[in-house]
């Protein structure tokens, strides 16, 4: 009988998923309400997929598709909770 185990990273984001700066609901979903990235402990992302969701983010606050902080966040802007993109299981 074979174990089952938990996996130390998402599996809706295989290690080659391209985070796109022009889908903010994606990457809204790895912000907390401030602004900040979450980190890859809670978000359960690998290094690579870290650093590439963290350069995205970067890319869509300087294009004003995401708030930069605190000071800048508004309840009412944010993006619709429902990303357009499905996820394949």
């Not at 912000?31 to 350069?55: D, N, V």
């Amino acid at each position: 009988m074979k174990k089952s185990y938990r996996s130390k990273y998402r599996p809706e984001y295989p290690a080659d998923f391209h985070f796109d700066y022009k889908d903010p609901v994606t990457l809204g979903r790895f912000t907390m309400e401030g602004g900040k990235i979450l980190p890859s402990r809670i978000s359960k992302l690998s290094q690579a997929q870290q650093r590439r969701l963290a350069a995205a983010v970067r890319k869509a606050r300087s294009l004003a598709l995401l708030p930069l902080g605190t000071e800048a966040y508004d309840n009412f802007d944010r993006p619709e909770p429902i990303s357009p993109k499905p996820f394949e299981a």
